[in-house]
């Protein structure tokens, strides 16, 4: 599926593409880092949270098909899949629906401890994860009426999510653009 909202990037950034399976993310970042080496640990952590993710999955089944929250019993489970049934609980929602968001969210903080970037990007299918020392204007693409939102969010740490009944392969109930 062509992203076509990605060419609205601010060009002063450093900006690249990785896909890995249904996994295409967009990074977006602002310092002095080579471009290679931060599309190597993009791909190294995009690897490790895909490879989490199946595991889950292979282990408990209802963990991608439930579509209301659910429990796992089990006192091992990785960090972020804990964050997901939480999330999901609190959505009231299966927990597969916060995916794109895990995953944004997942490879963000593993290169935050990585880089000290000035800004940092990340776009899964309209989940996104950013950080910034400066105030940042986020434009998000209203599909089919062709225009785009846009809004200021002040330095820090973020994650703005997005959902559309008439883009992408998401299961959507809804009938709307953008929610």
Known sequence: EKRYYRKY???KFTCFETTQGESNLFISYEGN???DKVKRKVDTFLLEIRTILK???NRH???LTSLTPISINDP???EIILKMLKASQKALVGPWAGVAGAVTFY???KLLKEFNFNSLFIENGGDCFLISK???SLGIFIPNLEKVLSIKLPPGKWGVSSSSSKKGHSLSF???NLA
């Open 9 to 11: 990037i601010n060009n």
């Open 33 to 35: 880092y080579s471009l």
């Open 55 to 57: 595991d889950i999955v």
């Open 61 to 63: 089944e209802q963990f």
């Open 76 to 78: 091992f489970l990785p």
């Open 107 to 109: 490879v963000g903080e």
């Open 134 to 136: 400066n105030e940042i």
């Open 174 to 176: 809804g009938k709307t």
